[in-house]
């Protein structure tokens, strides 16, 4: 599986970006897909997941991105998005997607990563 993420960008405090991850390669049927962020001086960070399928979205702890950040998936164009408004600079990072199967412990495909960086 190849994962290829863009979408990031500069945008001022309140402001959205819509990220987007291109998948290649195998099936995903039986796949997990997820966003993690790496900001300076921190380790990688849980952000959403979902299946493939589209079911079952889960977000990281509610004060930190759920009910500001959504993730979808849209298996025609093999295409997972993470749409992010409300955005803080604390959202500040490099944000990767990442794959792996379904009832795995860890994520074993991962994107190039994309930097998003919130201005005040």
């Known amino acids: 599986v190849q994962l290829q993420a863009s979408g990031g960008g500069l945008v001022q405090v309140g402001g959205s970006l819509r990220l987007s991850c291109v998948v290649s390669?195998?099936?995903?049927?039986?796949?997990?897909m997820g966003w993690f962020r790496e900001a300076p001086g921190r380790d990688r960070e849980f952000v959403a997941s979902?299946?493939?399928?589209?079911?079952?979205?889960?977000?990281a702890d509610a004060d930190s991105v759920k009910g500001r950040f959504t993730i979808s998936s849209e298996r025609a164009k093999k295409t997972l998005y993470l749409q992010m408004n409300s955005l803080q600079p604390e959202d500040t990072a490099v944000y990767y997607c990442?794959?792996?199967?379904?009832?795995?412990?860890?994520?074993?495909?991962w994107g190039q990563g994309t930097q998003v960086t919130v201005s005040s």
């Open positions: 979902i299946l493939w399928s589209g079911g079952n979205p889960r977000y």
């Open positions: 390669g195998r099936t995903l049927s039986n796949y997990v």
């Open positions: 990442a794959a792996k199967i379904r009832g795995e412990l860890r994520y074993d495909n």
